[in-house]
């Protein structure tokens, strides 16, 4: 089992950046994906970003490449999400997600924490 929790969530106007923290619980092996994915009002949850555990192989979505990073906080055993140059489009709840392989669908999820970027 793994327990996900995220943080970092909160109100920016556009340009500015937040810091998204996904505290990381349980069993987790190298071949773990941790991914981060939101969810707009109206709209279909949408795939942001994604690595492995062990840190290597990081994938964005092409709406968020150059302005978006994820990484591992080893200390902390956290996935972080850096988001820079935000935009009003930015604006979602943004969940933390892992899955065992990228074979099988994520099946850990967090709470979500809500990002609102204002023009």
């Known amino acids: 089992q793994v327990q996900l929790v995220e943080s970092g969530g909160g109100l920016v106007q556009a340009g500015g950046s937040l810091r998204l923290s996904c505290a990381v619980s349980g069993r987790t092996f190298s071949t773990y994906i941790m991914g981060w994915f939101r969810q707009a009002p109206g709209k279909e949850r949408e795939f942001v970003a994604s690595?492995?555990?062990?840190?290597?192989?990081?994938t964005y979505a092409d709406s968020v490449q150059g302005r978006f990073t994820i990484s591992r906080d080893n200390a902390k055993n956290t996935v972080v999400l850096q988001m820079n140059n935000l935009k009003p489009e930015d604006t979602a709840v943004y969940y933390c997600a892992a899955r065992e392989a990228t074979t099988l669908p994520y099946n850990y999820w967090g709470q979500g924490t809500q990002v609102t970027v204002s023009s």
């Open positions: 690595m492995r555990w062990s840190g290597s192989i990081t």
